[in-house]
């Protein structure tokens, strides 16, 4: 019979955490994110417990504490515009944390998202390539990180296609007036810098007689169903919904084991699905805005 001392060790099962994800499900491809983020944590062995935000700190706060309150181990959060309380509170007691989907501007927390600059850029140009030279951009408020990203993104484009910047063509903000507002400039095309304003812009175009794709071109960054199922089809960013998922589950498995490791900020590229909205024949998807060298109404 072997002694205690020489027996082989015995072999532990996989520890399983538990998860905290909150999001607001119902906005922007979120309901995606979630299911993706839920498959991820299950095939490293974890579970997941919800709790929906609206957007606004107030009910970020108020999911946090749910979260906390039924014990979970690490939080994966898609933070609210413009108001970090949330985030910070959770970095300063030691809840390892990772911001998915909307980054902030800061290195003290891990961080998965989509590259906004280039991608962005690569719209613009796309545009520019048809021969659209009044190329406008309907985009967030000035402070949202993502709308700030895509707007720079933008002017980026435009000078990469040798085109300038007009200040009346690039309007900030998220009410349905911005759409307005911009048409009424007569731009040529759009970059649309989130899939939230993009009925608004679609709405607006048909109040105008504009038909979209002929006298007026549209590309979106976020790629949601009402992209998808407009006629014409929207030609659209789509984030990597899977990748962002398995990479932030992993950055949290690595933060629960070593909470000293240096917080990691991750860009993942989006892919372009080319519908015909921008004046192209739908071509499917790839990862860049592929450049045309046919012309559209300028």
């Known amino acids: 019979m072997s002694s205690p001392s020489s027996a082989p060790p015995r072999r532990l099962a996989p520890l399983c955490y538990r998860f905290g994800i909150a999001l607001a499900p119902d906005t922007g491809g979120r309901a995606e994110l979630a299911a993706a983020i839920e498959s991820a944590a299950a095939a490293e062995g974890c579970a997941v417990t919800f709790a929906e935000t609206t957007g606004s700190v107030t009910s970020e706060a ?7 309150a039924q014990g979970v181990d690490g939080v994966l959060l898609a933070p609210a515009s413009g108001d970090d309380t949330v985030v910070t509170e959770l970095v300063r007691i030691g809840m390892p944390t990772v911001l998915v989907d909307r980054l902030a501007a800061r290195d003290d927390v891990d961080q998965v998202g989509t590259e906004n600059i280039e991608s962005t850029s690569d719209l613009t140009e796309h545009l520019a390539a048809r021969g659209y030279r009044r190329i406008g951009l309907l985009a967030g408020p000035p402070g949202d990180s993502d709308a700030d990203e895509r707007s720079l993104g933008y002017r980026l484009g435009l000078g990469r296609a040798g085109l300038r910047w007009d200040a009346a063509l690039a309007v900030r903000g998220d009410s349905p007036s ?21 009925a608004a812009v679609q709405a607006e175009a048909r109040s105008r007689g504009l038909r979209i794709g002929t006298d007026l ?14 006629e014409p089809p929207v030609s659209a960013l789509s984030p990597p919904f899977g990748d962002l998922a398995h990479t932030a589950v992993r950055l949290l498995l690595s933060r629960i084991a070593d909470s000293a490791r240096r917080p990691r900020i991750v860009r993942l590229t989006p892919s372009f699905a080319h519908r015909s909205s921008c004046g192209c024949p739908a071509q499917g998807s790839s990862t860049a805005a592929a450049s045309s060298s046919s012309h559209a109404p300028s």
């Open 62 to 68: 108020a999911a946090a504490r749910t979260l906390r």
């Open 217 to 230: 071109g549209l590309i979106c960054h976020g790629d949601v169903g009402r992209a998808r199922e407009a």
């Open 178 to 198: 911005a759409a307005g507002v911009l048409l009424a400039e007569r731009p040529s095309a759009v970059v649309v810098a989130g899939e939230g304003m993009l």
